[in-house]
């Protein structure tokens, strides 16, 4: 079956910097977007950036030019790299792929589990 683990979360300082990736595994026929959400206890999970195959990429308002998304397409792999970390960061952090699997002749959303990223002194 079609997997994605995350992986770089953990505790940084406010100014600080993470490294998320995500690898996704299994029978994969093709992967569309990618993209990292984050959600926030008592909040919504929202869109934190995405990127297409063709490497086109979108992000929120928030981000505000402190994260960077990125994939490697030959080994199935999506990261954010994040700078300039703020308490308001904090959250679980979870990857996201559109994914069609061998054999399956549509594309569906995958998500991975989860990775707490916990910005603070």
């Known amino acids: 079956q079609v997997q994605l683990v995350e992986s770089g979360g953990g505790l940084v300082q406010p100014g600080g910097s993470l490294r998320l990736s995500c690898a996704a595994s299994g029978s994969i026929y093709r992967i569309n977007d990618m993209g990292w959400y984050r959600q926030a206890p008592g909040k919504q999970r929202e869109l934190v950036a995405a990127i297409t195959s063709g490497k086109s990429t979108n992000y929120a308002a928030f981000v505000e030019g402190r994260f960077t998304i990125s994939r490697d397409n030959a080994v199935n792999r999506v990261s954010l790299q994040m700078n300039s970390l703020k308490p308001e960061d904090t959250a679980v952090y979870y990857c996201?792929?559109?994914?069609?699997?061998?054999?399956?002749?549509?594309?569906?959303?995958?998500w991975g589990q989860g990775t707490q990223v916990t910005v603070s002194s």
């Open positions: 996201n792929a559109d994914v069609r699997p061998s054999f399956v002749s549509a594309f569906s959303a995958y």
